[in-house]
């Protein structure tokens, strides 16, 4: 029965034996009121076996689910067609949550507990935590967003530049996304980018803890946001990047700052695939980043300018006199919105 925990947090595994427990140890740190979804993605290695074991030892809390492979996306909407939580998370089985941060993350949501007052979005810093670094690097969003209090898209501030709500950092009530016709594609990378896009016409009441909750490691060379391993995988980031443009008339989102905030997500992920595209540099691939371009000017002519407008959009879309300059602006872009290797 939906309800029955408050939040359900969703771990996609899939060959994850090295490193999944500690992801589920740290969902699970957070007691009784967490439903932990170990949703193994057909793997061949021993991570059914393992997920067995945290079942078993921890049974009022784990739940182990077997499918057979289908990606990430299809990973992520089977746990979310068997969550009972009232709020909804994605953690994936090489990242952890900090112990005490979920704590008072779930302090908090126990006060928007009931459902006359339930929350649409609950937001909180995630860290880039880069294999052979000594630091992490934060994101947050205090610029962005009042601080422990609710809020709609009428209070929201300034984003800085490369601080975009990603899947780490949102947890979603979970009726909205299983009203809201959430969809993501099976077999396809990058889906996180809908994940955090879609739902948003459909959020009004958020709430904003400055709580480093999520740790995100990266710098595995097998990583998707590798940069080869990217690039390898660029058609599939263009077929995320058309769905992301077919989703929403931006043109028709009546409030400002909603309109403002996807438009400016939707370029930057629409200007990481032309950087990328423009740093593999053949002729394939320089008539792909046109042909993306065109396909959102092909949405309508309103929805184009509002995407346009966009400082990153003015920044990549040049022609070929300035593609040095693309080149080391985009990649550089890229980069440091992704902190590929």
Not at 64 to 87: F, P, R, T, W
Not at 211 to 219: C, Q, S, T, V
Not at 246 to 267: C, G, R, T
Request: aromatic fraction near 10%; proline fraction near 2%; include cysteine.
């Amino acid at each position: 029965m939906l309800g029955k925990k408050l939040i359900t947090i969703a771990i996609p595994c899939y060959n994850s034996q090295d490193y999944m427990k500690t992801a589920v140890l740290s969902a699970v740190s957070g007691g009784n009121e967490v439903e932990v979804l170990i949703v193994d993605d057909g793997s061949t290695d021993k991570t059914g076996e393992m997920g067995k074991n945290l079942e078993a030892e921890y049974p009022e809390i784990v739940h182990y689910i077997y499918k057979e492979n289908g990606g990430h996306g299809d990973a992520v909407m089977c746990g979310l067609s068997h969550a009972q939580g009232i709020y909804f998370k994605v953690l994936d089985s090489d990242d952890y949550l900090d112990e005490d941060s979920l704590k008072r993350m779930l302090a908090a949501l126990q006060s928007y507990k009931e459902e006359d007052c339930q929350l649409d979005m609950f937001i909180a810093n995630y860290m880039y935590d880069k294999e052979g670094e000594h630091r992490k690097v934060v994101i947050d969003y205090k610029s962005a967003f009042p601080q422990n209090e609710v809020f709609s898209w009428e209070d929201v501030g300034r984003f800085k530049v490369g601080h975009n709500l990603l899947m780490h950092a949102v947890v979603y009530r979970t009726v909205l996304l299983k009203e809201c016709g959430l969809q993501l594609p099976k077999h396809t990378f990058y889906v996180d980018n809908l994940f955090v896009y879609y739902p948003l016409p459909f959020v009004k009441k958020m709430y904003y803890m400055d709580l480093d909750l999520y740790d995100y490691k990266i710098g595995r060379a097998d990583q998707s946001v590798n940069e080869k391993v990217m690039i390898g995988r660029i058609d599939q980031q263009l077929y995320v990047n058309r769905l992301m443009i077919e989703m929403h008339d931006l043109s028709k989102i009546e409030n400002e700052k909603l309109q403002d905030y996807m438009a400016q997500y939707l370029a930057m992920i629409l200007s990481v695939s032309s950087a990328l595209l423009v740093r593999e540099g053949s002729p394939e691939s320089l008539a792909k980043k046109e042909a993306l371009w065109q396909d959102l000017h092909a949405r309508g002519e309103e929805m184009y300018e509002i995407v346009h407008k966009q400082i990153l959009t003015k920044i990549i879309e040049k022609d070929g006199r300035a593609r040095h300059k693309i080149i080391e602006k985009g990649y550089n872009l890229a980069q440091k919105i992704y902190h590929f290797n």
